[in-house]
């Protein structure tokens, strides 16, 4: 009894890119937008790590860091789809990759102004990647689907960014709490501490390891 509505859902999922492609075509164009950015690795990553980087350093940039890559992003996407032959961008992509894993591993707590310079010049890249793939029609839904797949993917970084930096306070404040009693306060500043470093460089250095793997391959191709 239970094979047969689980043979009528995976039919129904399989038919939403030939239904959403008939009649204009702007449902298809919205959905291939959204699936590339999680096509991508390169795309992925340095999408989530922009959150991570945002989350970890706190305050206004949180918001702001993640705003200014999305805009960027959609200006980059519009200077691709006028002109989608543009040298190095793969390899630039992998490069921003490969930052934002040292700025996360190192802790580099940048000013606002400045980290949104830098993830800025990171989304022009990504996003001139997005424009030149996109199809000939329907641009404007292919871009409202690559945008609000990129705001999962910083919302993610930055939901897994704070819970981890909550988490280790909370560690932290019951290592205090065990040592010195329950008076204890709890360590307010977890970005300090050695377990913090710890957690940042080995979370760093993986997207570190991921972007080198993508300018070799890059560089291959």
């Not at 990553?45 to 989350?55: D, I, S």
């Not at 350093?57 to 989608?84: D, Q, Y």
């Not at 990647?129 to 993610?156: K, R, V």
Request: hydrophobic share 60%; net charge positive; aromatic share 8%.
């Amino acid at each position: 009894m239970k094979r047969m509505p689980l043979s009528l859902l995976v039919l129904a999922l399989t038919a939403l890119p030939a239904a959403a492609h008939t009649e204009t075509g702007l449902g298809f164009s919205t959905w291939a937008g959204f699936e590339h950015p999680f096509a991508g690795l390169d795309h992925a990553t340095a999408m989530v790590a922009v959150g991570l980087w945002a989350a970890t350093c706190g305050g206004k940039r949180i918001w702001a860091w993640p705003l200014a890559f999305v805009l960027a992003m959609i200006a980059g996407a519009m200077f691709g789809h006028v002109r989608p032959v543009l040298p190095f961008v793969e390899p630039a992509i992998a490069v921003s990759v490969l930052l934002l894993g040292l700025l996360i591993a190192l802790t580099l707590r940048a000013p606002l102004s400045a980290g949104a310079a830098v993830v800025a010049v990171f989304a022009i890249v990504h996003g001139h990647a997005h424009g030149a793939e996109a199809p000939a029609g329907g641009f404007a839904s292919y871009m409202f689907g690559f945008t609000a797949a990129t705001a999962i993917l910083l919302g993610l970084g930055i939901v897994v960014g704070l819970e981890a930096t909550k988490f280790m306070d909370h560690v932290m404040g019951r290592r205090l709490q065990a040592k010195h009693g329950p008076a204890a306060l709890p360590a307010r500043n977890p970005k300090t501490s050695a377990f913090f470093g710890a957690v940042a460089a080995a979370t760093g250095g993986v997207i570190v390891l991921l972007g080198l793997v993508m300018l070799v391959q890059s560089a291959a191709n």
